[in-house]
């Protein structure tokens, strides 16, 4: 049986994202700004970091946007560190949650918990190169075509319902990094539109499919 998602958007409430991250916040900074033009109808409520020295927090605070610190290490365990995810969350209003290079992985009892829909956007085309440092993964395996995903997350690693993809090709004088490069650029084209399409609802899943409301 289809699984149906609606999220509550009007003119004077827009859906409300939290974005999570670890590091420099280029895919924040890629959603703010399609919020600024007008391409992502949602406001983003909270940004949360894992690592106080994250660079993306700045950017954050400069565009007004509330960035805090729940840092990880200064919890005795993941449970404790997700309790506080969640709590904080749930003051900001968030509906839909966005990780944006977050280093860490959210158990099953943080999805349950939290409720709503967690996307990621992850540097392969999956369900090649799960994990991390994909795009080497994919220039040392000599793929001809490598990419971007934005998924659904569940509790298995980089194995949830797709919501968009896109396609980069491998130059023969490619190196790991120049590829990186290339297929950030797609992250940040399509992220911001994968939420906006989730944030927007009606959506279900099919099985292993994600499939857009008519």
Known sequence: MPIER???ATDTSLPVLGVLISGRGSNLRALMTAIDEGRLRARIGVVI????DAAGLA?????GVPAVVIDHKAFGGRADFEDALVARLGEAGVQVVCLAGFMRILSPVFLERFGGPVLNVHPSLLPSFVGVDAQRQAWEHGVKVAGVTVH???PELDAGPIVAQAAVPVL???????LAA????????IYPAAVALVAAGGWRIEGRRFVRGR
């Open 6 to 8: 609606n999220l509550p």
């Open 182 to 189: 290339r297929i950030l650029v797609e992250e940040h084209r």
């Open 172 to 178: 023969d004088d490619d190196t790991p990094e120049t």
């Open 49 to 52: 970091s894992n690592r106080p």
């Open 59 to 63: 950017h954050a605070s400069s565009a």
């Open 152 to 154: 659904l997350v569940t």
